[in-house]
């Protein structure tokens, strides 16, 4: 079975282009969730779904940053205009928790994202 | 307050000496899940185990033994006779019942010397 599947691998763009970032999440599961990883500031969720609808964007830095989930195998990540410190790897990880169990969180190999 | 700390930044121990990471986490909820991540070189997260908080028997995979203490609310990691592929980032992570989403400790640098 495929994994959560991300593209691209790899974005160096330039300040004030815009990105999106692609995600895929296993199939079935219904939780989809959107990572940011950096050296200072480790690893911080910026938004999840849920069947397709976004429960939490609390962690998304600001209004640069929007995420959609058309549909259920696919979700997009948008930073617009983008900005030196928006560099990072951006993870997409899906879940699919059973009846009153929390299951892991399975992750893509992520985007590195380098903004001159 | 939710946090997970894992107080050990980096440690560095030669191939087949056994290295015990340390994860502590604090919640007020009763019912709540623990997982440990591998982050190799490569840069992917992969998921190691989970535990809820009604199930404090430890677990043992192969060379890898999870240690679960309530009482001191601490999830504990150990490789025996480690190895030069075992050199990672490994996360400590809490996700309580009342709140869907994962709360990272700041990872624990494992360096294998050959």
């Known amino acids: 079975d495929a994994g959560v599947i991300q593209s691209p691998r790899h974005e160096v763009t330039e300040m004030g282009q815009e990105v999106t970032l692609r995600c895929k999440p296993i199939?079935?599961?219904?939780?989809l969730f959107w990572y940011r990883q950096t050296m200072m500031r480790g690893l911080e969720l910026l938004i999840y779904?849920?069947?397709?609808?976004?429960?939490?964007d609390s962690g998304m830095p600001e209004d640069r940053f929007s995420a959609k989930m058309p549909n259920a195998s696919f979700s997009t990540l948008k930073i617009q205009p983008s900005e030196p410190r928006d560099s990072a790897v951006y993870f997409c990880?899906?879940?699919?928790?059973?009846?009153?169990?929390?299951?892991?969180?399975?992750f893509g190999p992520g985007t590195r994202l380098t903004v001159l | 307050a939710q946090k997970v700390t894992q107080a050990q930044t980096e440690i560095s121990v030669v191939e087949k000496e056994d290295v015990t990471l340390d994860c502590v986490y604090e919640?007020?909820?009763?019912?709540?899940?623990l997982f440990w991540y591998k982050q190799p070189p490569s840069g992917e997260l992969v998921f190691l185990i989970r535990?809820?908080?009604?199930d404090e028997q430890n677990e043992i995979s192969g060379r890898y033994s999870w240690n679960f203490q309530k009482s001191t609310s601490s999830f504990n990691f150990t490789i025996t006779a480690s190895q030069v592929v075992d050199s990672a980032v490994y996360f400590c992570?809490?996700?309580?019942?009342?709140?869907?989403?994962?709360?990272w400790g700041a990872g624990t640098k494992l360096i294998i010397k050959p």
């Open positions: 990880a899906s879940s699919y928790p059973r009846s009153g169990d929390y299951n892991e969180q399975f």
């Open positions: 199939s079935g599961h219904d939780y």
């Open positions: 779904f849920n069947n397709n609808v976004p429960i939490d």
């Open positions: 919640t007020r909820d009763t019912t709540y899940y």
């Open positions: 535990r809820n908080s009604f």
């Open positions: 992570a809490l996700i309580m019942d009342s709140n869907y989403q994962l709360i």
